[in-house]
């Protein structure tokens, strides 16, 4: 009786603290991209931050996840625990010390040095007819939107040949941090809707509401290689935090490319073509046939 009790609790433990820990990039990748794009990724990883910087989610927040059952939190600081109620700037708050300006090369948005980087990557194989790329987010963050001496940051960068392009940007077109985000961002002492996580502040507010969306024309590069990198940074100290909420990553396809033979699983059913040709077309007429009834 005892060592079922002791079981019972271990198992317990375990299930707790298996919900609070960190994500690895595979997890994340898992959470955010949509099950028909997942074969274009060939690679995931991370080039700066430590486990603690990622985090899926189970759960309903901030009008996540968007896609599927679950979605990412990437923050320089702790990305787990984010759930409860709104809080006054500092509250979450954590200086990581991973990667910096001096080991990443990334700088804030009026260029001034950055800590707790967290980087997640995505190689992607286009396929051919790729047409968009696309993704869902919102920035939180627990600093003084206010006195604004701390441009914490984010991006979502697209780089081809050595070209770079930063496809995260808020509704007037600029680069998101904490100035350029904030008249785009809900407030602990305003109208933060939904009140579910501590950030003290999240975009969507009134004015531009609820989950932001990124379309991304990709086509002039079906068929090749992309690298798709999302930044979240702090500027100027590491103590107090930022996050980037993610999901829905996903690629459209031109139609006469989605189907491809090599997906019709002939061999599993051993259905030959004629047949399954035959099975839709009657499928087809008595959908046809139902509607004119
Ligand atoms: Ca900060
Ligand atoms: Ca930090």
Known sequence: MLKSNLTMFFVLVFLLIGSCSASTPQEVSDAIVT???????????????????FQVYNQSLQGFPTNGSSFV????????GVNGTPQNPWMVSLFVGSGNSSTTGQ????????????????????????KTISFDWRFATSEYITTQSFWDWARAVITYAGQTYNILLL?????????????????????????????A????????????????????????????????????????????????LHITVEENNTVNAAYVP?????VPMGMLAVGVLTILGGV??????
């Open 73 to 80: 939190v990437i923050s320089s600081g702790n990305a787990s």
């Open 107 to 130: 700088y804030s948005n009026r260029n001034n040095f950055s800590y707790d980087i967290a980087n997640i990557y995505f190689k992607i194989k286009l396929p051919k007819g790729a």
């Open 201 to 248: 502040h999240v975009t969507g507010n009134n004015q531009t509401p609820g989950v932001y969306h990124v379309t991304f024309d990709v086509s002039q590069w079906a068929g090749e290689e992309i690298e798709l990198d999302f930044w979240v940074a702090d500027e100027n100290d590491g103590v107090v935090d930022s996050a980037l909420f993610i999901d829905n």
């Open 171 to 199: 509704p007037d077109g600029k680069a998101v941090d904490l100035n350029s985000s904030a008249s785009y961002s809900n407030t602990v002492a305003g109208n933060f809707t939904p009140k579910d996580v501590k950030y």
């Open 35 to 53: 099950p028909d794009t997942q074969q274009y990724i060939t690679e995931v990883g991370s080039k700066s931050g430590n486990d603690t910087q």
């Open 288 to 293: 046809i046939y139902s509607k004119k009834q």
């Open 266 to 270: 002939m061999q599993k059913t051993g």
